[in-house]
Nanobody, 124 residues
């Protein structure tokens, strides 16, 4: 029910925009998060947006470089990634959880619906 797309290969310093489109539910009462997992590393919360009020949260590692946004009419959440670094290389996943509030967070276990990942590779 969540479809992530937009990954690819980019040089360091470049940009990519990931998309996460939902089917079967609308974002209004959901928190939508982006997570990533690099080879040999644990999954990391990257960013989150609240569907109810648009509140956003970012991991320190991406603050100032990544921007999360949503288009509720398209039921799509975007992750604009700028100034990419090789350490941003990972499989990126979007996830959703019903919150009924402005809650949003970066803890993976808090989310119960996951899309397939999209691979982002940043070359040095």
């Amino acid at each position: 029910q969540l479809q992530a797309s937009g990954g690819g290969l980019v040089q360091a310093g470049g940009s990519l925009r990931l998309s996460c489109t939902a089917s079967g539910f609308t974002f209004d009462d959901y928190a939508i998060g982006w997570f990533r997992q690099a080879p040999g590393k644990e999954r990391e919360g990257v960013s989150c947006i609240s569907g109810s009020d648009g509140s956003t949260y970012y991991a320190d590692s991406v603050k100032g470089r990544f921007t999360i946004s949503s288009d509720n009419a398209k039921n799509t959440v975007y992750l604009q990634m700028n100034s990419l670094k090789p350490e941003d290389t990972a499989v990126y996943y979007c996830a959703a959880v019903w919150s009924g509030s402005s809650w949003c967070g970066l803890g993976g276990p808090d989310f119960d619906s996951w899309g397939q990942g999209t691979l982002v590779t940043v070359s040095s």
